[in-house]
C-alpha cells in the first residue's frame, strides 16, 4: 500500500498501534452511526477493526503532517457485484477535525490514486441522506449523484434501512475534469 502525502495530510498504512487513537472517536455517538456502524465499546473493538482493515490492504490511516496521530480512515473497498473494475470510497474522521477541509483533501487524493495507480474505471460513495457534512465532500470531490437506494445496516445490534444517496465518478469523467483532483 502506498503512502500518499498531501498539503496537510499523510495517508498511511494502519498500524496496530492505531488502535488507541481510532477509539477515541469510534467510540463516539456522533461518529459510526454516521457512517452504518454501531461506536466501539473497547480499544480491543478498535484493535479488531485494524486487524480486519489490515487484511483487506485498502484502507490507510488519515494523519496530519507532521503528527502521527490517526485522526480517520479513508479507503477504497470491493464491493460484492460491482467487480474488480469498481470500488466504493468510505472515510470517517473525527469530529474535532470537521469543517476544515481535510477529508475533502484525503478523498481528492484517494481518487487520484484510484484512477491514476489502479486500474479503477469507477469509484462509488455514498451517505446517509441526513448525513449533509458528508454530501458536501462527496460533491466536493466532483461526484455525481446517481440514486437514492434503501440499504439495511446493523446499528446497536438491530437491523435498521436506511436511505442513502449514491454517486459515482467514472474514469471518463475524472480524465474530462483532472484539474479538480490534481490541484489538491
Not at 149 to 155: G, H, M, P, T
Request: hydrophobic residues 40%; negative net charge; contains cysteine.
Amino acid at each position: 500500500m502506498d503512502r500518499i502525502v498531501t498539503k496537510r495530510l499523510v495517508l498511511r498504512p494502519l498500524v496496530l498501534e492505531d488502535a488507541k487513537a481510532m477509539y477515541d472517536y469510534a467510540k463516539l455517538d456522533e461518529v459510526g452511526p454516521k457512517a452504518g456502524w454501531t461506536p466501539h465499546k473497547t480499544v480491543e473493538e478498535s484493535l479488531h477493526v485494524i486487524q480486519n482493515m489490515l487484511h483487506s490492504n485498502e484502507v490507510w490511516g488519515i494523519t496530519l503532517k507532521g503528527e502521527d496521530t490517526l485522526i480517520g480512515t479513508i479507503g477504497l473497498h470491493a464491493e460484492g457485484d460491482l467487480g474488480a473494475e469498481t470500488k466504493s470510497l468510505g472515510y470517517v474522521l473525527h469530529p474535532k477535525y470537521h469543517n476544515q477541509g481535510l477529508m475533502t483533501e484525503a478523498a481528492l487524493a484517494i481518487i487520484l490514486y484510484g484512477f491514476e495507480q489502479t486500474d479503477l474505471q469507477t469509484i462509488r460513495c455514498g451517505h446517509f441522506i441526513e448525513n449533509h457534512p458528508s454530501k458536501r465532500v462527496i460533491e466536493k470531490c466532483g461526484f455525481v449523484f446517481q440514486n437514492e437506494a434503501i440499504k439495511e445496516f446493523k446499528l446497536f445490534g438491530i437491523a435498521v434501512n436506511m436511505r442513502v444517496a449514491e454517486y459515482e465518478i467514472t474514469k471518463t469523467m475524472y480524465k474530462e475534469n483532472q484539474l479538480l483532483w490534481q490541484q489538491h
